[in-house]
């Protein structure tokens, strides 16, 4: 089973969505991950550490010799990945496997390794004036009252349950994919 990136390199057909948008994030956590093998242009030895970036550009471009092909987005990934069976390996966001194998069902799910350290990515949320102006004044009230569901335990359920990690104070009880 492939767990980190030594054992992804240099031998793996990889799966990597675009460096665009939320796609960069997996570049921070190649880049993260500890780049535990040794540059192949370099015979220094591995890098253990990502305080020594020397390593990480190297590392990380190692990881796109073996990438096999780009889709435009995580879900087009998993789409190539687990129905055209391309690719050794599946470079994406952890919910997106969860959510994946939950659409697919426990008999073809695939296991899943989350590294760390790892990228915690938060999204903010915004409510755009300009935006809500233009709208009727009931929009405005729902817009604000499902900002304030987002931040309530029964939303973070609900985005445990699709593969989202949720956020520890509002909700006590850990995801199934994190139990």
Known sequence: MITTLKNLLPRSSVVWRYL???GRY???QCAGSGCDV???????GSCKSTADSSFVLPCCLQVFDNVLVQPRDAREASDVFYRQKLGDVL?????????????YGP????????????VRIECPLALVDKVLD?????ARQAAHDFARFLLT?????????????TNKKLCKTPPDHLA
């Not at 008999?107 to 790892?118: A, E, G, I, R, W």
């Open 20 to 22: 665009r948008g939320k």
């Open 26 to 28: 997996n570049l921070l």
């Open 38 to 44: 040794p540059p192949s242009n370099t015979n220094t």
């Open 91 to 103: 470079l994406t966001y952890e919910n997106e496997v969860v959510l994946t194998n939950q659409v």
């Open 107 to 118: 008999q073809k799910s695939l296991p899943y390794v989350v590294p760390s350290p790892n």
């Open 134 to 138: 233009s709208r009727p004044p009931a």
């Open 153 to 165: 335990p029964q939303a973070q359920i609900e985005f445990g349950k699709v593969g989202f990690r």
